[in-house]
């Protein structure tokens, strides 16, 4: 059997482009219409549940999207529950994320552009589909400025490891 490493090497890219999907009972139905945007948009995701309507814990699920991304996986995650706020909270627990919950595509940006966010929240209940395509399309084409930026973001991760340290 013959091996195509160059396969191998574009899937292993292809998935560390991607995005770890996931949302709880609330964020289901976004997450679900989410999908064919992200698809038409060119980008890969893996889908981390929950999978129904049937009420689950957020925590459970914004974990998953938090690991996907700390551990390379995936180089960006979205999190749909019912408000954003409590998946942000979760995902910020973990090493290395920076979530970012937005409401806008102003906050989405200044995510990317200045605070260099691996994970974006959204609330299901806050805001509706069309404006949660424009926030994932802001956050998922803003590069990072670097820059002035770039010494605060450093900042931040310097904090972070002493607290791990701890």
């Known amino acids: ?45 893996m889908d981390l549940g929950t999978f129904s309507s049937a009420s689950v814990n957020y925590p459970n699920f914004a974990l998953k999207v938090a690991q996907a991304v700390q551990s390379g996986h995936s180089r960006f995650g979205i999190m749909i529950d ?10 910020n627990k973990v090493k290395g994320i920076r979530a970012a919950h937005c409401a806008n595509t102003f906050e989405a940006y200044n995510a990317r552009a200045h605070n260099n966010c691996n994970i974006l929240t959204l609330g299901a209940r806050v ?11 802001t956050f998922l084409k803003t590069p990072f400025e670097g820059g002035r930026h770039q010494e605060r973001v450093a900042m931040i991760t310097e904090w972070e490891n002493a607290a791990w340290k701890s």
Request: hydrophobic content about 45%.
């Open 1 to 45: 059997m013959t091996v195509n490493l160059n396969n191998i090497v574009d899937d292993i890219l292809s998935e560390q482009q991607g995005i770890a999907l996931g949302a709880d009972h609330g964020g289901f139905p976004l997450k679900e219409e989410l999908k064919p945007f992200l698809e038409k948009l060119g980008f890969r995701f």
């Open 82 to 91: 019912g408000a954003g706020i409590g998946s942000a909270i979760v995902c």
């Open 127 to 137: 805001i509706g589909i069309e404006l949660i395509k424009r926030i994932v399309d």
